[in-house]
């Protein structure tokens, strides 16, 4: 019987020994393929390229974090994922940010997502989406906190915004399509402000709804 276990520790030694030879040196385990996933507004291109993955490195031996990390510069990525497709592919799966906004800067549209990122153009503004004004003098938090209370809008009011003008984090005016004003005050409580306002805009005509005070509420 000791014979059989003594062929069975040899095969099994054989097999490890193969198998590490096959993931650290073997052609057949090199990167072939570098893919991309998840990616509309970013071309494969402009991803494989920052990613910038050697072809023909064992695939054991990539360094996916660093991928990873260069992949994440990219302004229209908010996350990615890269991850080792067995035997010869390395796969780049990548979140893209969403506009919630947009917002003119240096004569281009830009598109501006809940996290006050700007991280596209467009050449026109799209239909229903509401922008944001800045004054010369709005600085990155306050255009943050713009994006943030505009994230904060249900799908029933977000069409009724014409524009939001920001001059601080605490000075924020929403303006509707048909030029009545909203005094929003600071991003903080936008959720519950947005609730006020809809009920607000349902039973009361007025020229300014000051909603910065959520509780106390003010028309004139």
């Known amino acids: 019987m000791r014979w059989k276990y003594a062929v069975a520790l040899v095969l099994l030694v054989t097999l490890v020994i193969i198998a590490g030879w096959?993931?650290?040196?073997?052609?057949?385990?090199?990167?072939?393929?570098?893919?991309?996933?998840?990616?509309?507004?970013?071309?494969d291109r402009r991803v494989l390229r920052i990613a910038d993955v050697p072809a023909g490195k064992?695939?054991?031996f990539v360094d996916l974090a660093d991928a990873a990390r260069r992949?994440?510069?990219?302004?229209?990525?908010?996350?990615?994922?890269?991850?080792?497709v067995w035997p010869d592919t390395v796969l780049i799966t990548v979140t893209e940010r969403t506009a919630v906004a947009v917002v003119e800067l240096a004569g281009r549209i830009r598109g501006l997502d809940?996290?006050?990122m700007v991280f596209r153009e467009y050449k026109s503004v799209p239909v229903g989406m509401p922008r944001v004004r800045p004054t010369?003098?709005?600085?990155?938090?306050?255009?943050k906190e713009a994006a943030g209370v505009v994230a904060a809008l249900?799908?029933?009011?977000?069409?009724?915004?014409?524009?939001?003008?920001?001059?601080?984090?605490?000075?924020?005016?929403?303006?509707?399509?048909?030029?009545?004003?909203?005094?929003w005050g600071s991003a903080e409580d936008s959720a519950l402000k947005a609730q006020v306002l809809a009920e607000l805009l349902e039973v009361q005509q007025a020229k300014v709804y000051d909603v910065s005070v959520p509780g106390n509420p003010i028309v004139r």
């Open 114 to 116: 809940a996290e006050g």
């Open 22 to 43: 096959l993931v650290l040196f073997s052609a057949a385990l090199s990167v072939k393929k570098v893919e991309v996933a998840g990616n509309s507004l970013l071309p």
């Open 71 to 84: 992949v994440a510069t990219l302004r229209e990525v908010k996350d990615v994922d890269v991850t080792r």
């Open 154 to 183: 249900p799908d029933g009011l977000s069409p009724r915004i014409d524009h939001v003008e920001v001059q601080t984090i605490d000075q924020i005016t929403l303006v509707l399509r048909d030029g009545r004003e909203v005094q």
């Open 136 to 143: 010369t003098s709005t600085g990155t938090d306050a255009l």
């Open 58 to 60: 064992q695939l054991a």
